[in-house]
Nanobody, 124 residues
Framework: QERLVESGGGLVQTGGSLRLSCTAS????????MGWFRQAPGKEREFVAI????????DYSEAVKGRFTISGDDAKNTVYLQMNTLKPEDTATYYC?????????????????WGQGTQVTVSS
C-alpha cells in the first residue's frame, strides 16, 4: 500500500489549471511538512513547493512562484497543489513527499516518503 496517494494530474492546454492532491494513508507518515517535487524526462527531480503545517508557511521554487499554491487540510491529512497559468515547461511527473528529515528542504534526500507520481502534461 502506498503511504502517499496522489491524484489530479492530466493533460491541459497552456494557460490552464490543475489541482493535485496528496493524502497520507498511514498514521506513521509525518505530515508536519509536506512537499511537491517534479521530474521532467531526462532531467533531475526538482523541488516545487513545501507546506509547513504548524505555521502554515509555504515556499516555492522560482519557476512556479506566483502561479502555484500549496495548501493543506489537517482533517484529511492532505496537501494540495493548485497550479495556474500552466506552461509547457511545467510538463513533468509530480511527486508528493513527506517525512522531512530537516535541513535543505529543496533537496530530495531530505525527505523519506514519496508518492507514486502523477503526470502533468501541458500542451502548447
Amino acid at each position: 500500500q502506498e503511504r502517499l496517494v496522489e491524484s489530479g494530474g492530466g493533460l491541459v492546454q497552456t494557460g490552464g489549471s490543475l489541482r493535485l492532491s496528496c493524502t497520507a494513508s498511514e498514521h506513521s507518515v509525518s505530515t508536519s511538512f509536506m512537499g511537491w517535487f517534479r521530474q521532467a524526462p531526462g532531467k533531475e527531480r526538482e523541488f516545487v513547493a513545501i507546506f509547513m503545517r504548524g505555521s502554515g508557511r509555504t515556499d516555492y521554487s522560482e519557476a512556479v512562484k506566483g502561479r502555484f499554491t500549496i495548501s493543506g487540510d489537517d482533517a484529511k491529512n492532505t496537501v494540495y497543489l493548485q497550479m495556474n497559468t500552466l506552461k509547457p515547461e511545467d510538463t513533468a511527473t509530480y511527486y508528493c513527499t513527506a517525512d522531512y528529515y530537516g535541513g535543505a528542504y529543496f533537496v530530495q534526500d531530505r525527505w523519506g516518503s514519496w508518492g507514486q507520481g502523477t503526470q502533468v502534461t501541458v500542451s502548447s
